[in-house]
């Protein structure tokens, strides 16, 4: 059962893959949609594709049907295959659809791989700072006590957060949750989203990932959706609310407005060097001149998640000097701490 009863970015690439599949060999679309709510185990999914097949009988399109369930279908979909039942090229549209999804979900599949490791790492480390806190650092604590040795400030911190962790434990779930949510509540304001979304992408390595990754999406979405028969100026008004970082989302939008305005998309991208390689204007503008944009568009982002791909590869080996240092730091902080005023009472002896 899938978690949550969600449909899954796997699920939807099936269903687009098997309904370009159907309409290729003339099924119509109230028995495709018939059928595949047969085959999927989703029942959310199940109970979403008998509605529109029930929709598609008493006569509506099936772009507005599909429109009916955004957290489903997301607007590109609803888009192409609108345009897709006006120029009667549904099938061809569907095609390229399935191929966008099927991209998306490679390059979302190869971030996740690659962040599994640091990930585990960190946790794992948390884990056991914590565990030495509650389990090791009051035992030092009523060392020194008895002791009576002046304690330098490293070593007051630590045995307060150590004698805090330890006296109220079972207090530490909650607010870990406390302070999951406020930074999730934090994180869904405008100040908030543009605070933390401007700043991952000045994280070494991680923010590359973030300006190469918008990139393809950019490219591929805008490209597919070009290539479909979507006007520029509608496609840029999709591709803004399919991006993430809301610089990116902001970016699009003023692109879509200059180019209202008279200006080419090559024109427009060029104020935008900091999110989009310089590079990817020049291109563009080769594919305005031509007349071939959409392709050139799919070439970069082919070219571009092929640079993430690269990236994920050797994340782990990149980023495993940062980890050993935190880690380094981490511990040297915690031995120090405990020696230091060790050291200092033999010193005295």
């Known amino acids: 059962m ?14 687009i893959n098997n309904l370009q599949l159907m309409v290729s060999t003339g099924v119509s679309l109230p028995r495709a949609f018939s059928i595949l709510s047969e085959q999927t185990k989703n029942r959310k999914f199940k109970k979403v594709l008998k509605e529109i097949s029930e929709k598609i009988v008493k006569g509506k399109d099936l772009s507005e049907s599909l429109s009916d369930y955004p957290n489903i279908f997301s607007e590109i979909v609803c888009s192409m295959v609108s345009v897709g039942e ?13 191929k966008q999804l099927e991209k998306e979900h490679d390059l979302r599949s190869k971030l996740k791989n690659a962040m599994i490791y640091p ?12 565990v ?9 604590s009523e060392l020194f006590s008895s002791l009576g040795i002046t ?31 406020l930074i999730r509540i934090i994180l869904k304001t405008p100040a908030g989203k543009s605070l933390w979304d401007g700043w991952s992408l000045r994280i070494p390595v991680i923010g590359k990932i973030i300006i190469k990754t918008n990139t393809t999406y950019t490219s591929r ?27 990116y989302k902001r970016a699009i939008a003023d692109t879509e407005e200059k180019i209202k305005k008279g200006s080419t998309l090559s024109e427009a991208l060029m104020e935008y060097e900091n999110l989009y390689p310089s590079v990817i204007p020049q291109i ?16 970069i982002a082919e070219f571009f998640e092929k640079e993430v791909d690269n990236i994920t590869k050797n994340l782990s080996a990149v980023l495993e000097p940062f980890l050993i240092l935190l880690v380094g730091l981490c511990v040297g902080f ?5 020696i230091q005023p060790l050291y200092g009472m033999l010193n005295t002896i």
């Open 221 to 247: 979405t805008l490209g597919s959706l070009i290539a479909s028969g979507v006007p520029i100026v509608r496609s840029l008004e999709v591709v803004s609310k399919t991006l993430g970082n809301v610089h």
């Open 2 to 15: 899938n978690i949550f009863n969600r449909v899954s970015l796997s699920e939807k690439l099936m269903f």
């Open 284 to 299: 563009i503008r080769i594919g305005e001149e031509t007349g071939k944009t959409s392709n050139v568009l799919e070439k």
């Open 151 to 181: 304690l330098p400030i490293a070593t007051r911190i630590l045995i307060f957060i150590g004698n805090g962790l330890a006296k109220y434990w079972y207090l530490l779930p909650i607010i870990l949750l406390v302070l999951f949510f």
């Open 86 to 98: 006006e120029a009667g090229t549904l099938e061809k549209v569907l095609n390229i659809l399935a």
């Open 132 to 140: 030495m806190m509650i389990m090791v650092v009051p035992k030092f």
């Open 119 to 130: 990930v585990i790492l960190i946790s794992f480390m948390i884990i056991i700072g914590i």
């Open 334 to 338: 915690f031995a120090l701490s405990i």
